[in-house]
């Protein structure tokens, strides 16, 4: 299975600072159609998951502009450029390129 | 407006099975593959089980053999039948859209103890 590891495991911020959380996994998340199915999802207290990014960089609709992903191979990052209350939560990595599907253990953003 | 609803979970005896609904709408169900995931008290996030449009279905190694992932297009529903349950099963039950999780339901709770 490919594990898919995020750094660090809590990151406390301050409101209006960046934050980065890096995620590196095992093997290779290029799919043989050129693609790579890296996503994040963001978990807030007492709420279901919700995705953030998809295939790296690409933003869902309705996800503020201060969120964007980059990265390739096995080593990727999420960053928020200005820190807000309601970013506070639990940030996953998942690969969907190999099978079986798999996340990682998740950072926790909580605000200084 | 894609919604996903869970229902089914509860509490159930080590060994006992139960069949996990998932209620969807808003978007072309018959078309887009769905996923089981689900997440232990306090842990993260783990995929248990995904099925195509058509009906084939994958596994977590965890649950082969255990569980088994069907759909009736016809109803727009997901299901997830559970059998030989344990105590590592506990967890909250999500269901997804798509391969890449694009849409979550609000979870249902499954708790096996005796």
């Known amino acids: 299975d490919v594990v898919m590891t995020q750094s660090p495991l809590s990151l406390p911020v301050t409101l209006g600072q960046p934050a980065s959380i890096s995620c590196r996994s095992s093997?290779?998340?290029?799919?043989?159609?050129?693609?790579?199915?890296l996503n994040w999802f963001q978990q807030r207290p007492g709420q279901s998951p919700r995705r953030l990014i998809y295939?790296?960089?690409n933003r869902d609709s309705g996800v503020p502009d201060r969120f964007s992903g980059s990265g390739s191979g096995t080593d990727f990052t999420l960053k928020i450029s200005r820190v807000e209350a309601e970013d506070v939560g639990v940030y996953y990595c998942?690969?969907?390129?190999?099978?079986?599907?798999?996340f990682g253990g998740g950072t926790r953003v909580d605000i200084k | 407006e894609v919604q996903l609803l869970e229902s089914g979970g509860g509490l159930v005896q080590p060994g006992g099975s139960l069949r996990l609904s998932c209620a969807a709408s808003?978007?072309?169900?018959?078309?887009?593959?769905m996923n089981w995931g689900r997440q232990a008290p306090g842990r993260g996030l783990e995929w248990v089980s995904g099925i195509t449009g058509g009906g084939g279905p994958y596994y977590a190694d965890s649950v082969k053999g255990r569980f088994t992932i069907t759909r009736d297009n016809s109803k727009n529903t997901l299901y997830l039948q559970m059998n030989s349950l344990r105590a590592e099963d506990t967890a909250v039950y999500y269901c997804?859209?798509?391969?890449?999780?694009?849409?979550w339901g609000q979870g249902t709770l499954v708790i096996v103890s005796s």
């Open positions: 808003g978007f072309s169900f018959r078309t887009s593959a």
């Open positions: 998942m690969q969907g390129t190999h099978w079986p599907l798999t």
């Open positions: 295939k790296v960089s």
């Open positions: 997804a859209k798509d391969w890449y999780f694009e849409y």
């Open positions: 093997q290779s998340l290029v799919y043989s159609d050129g693609n790579t199915y």
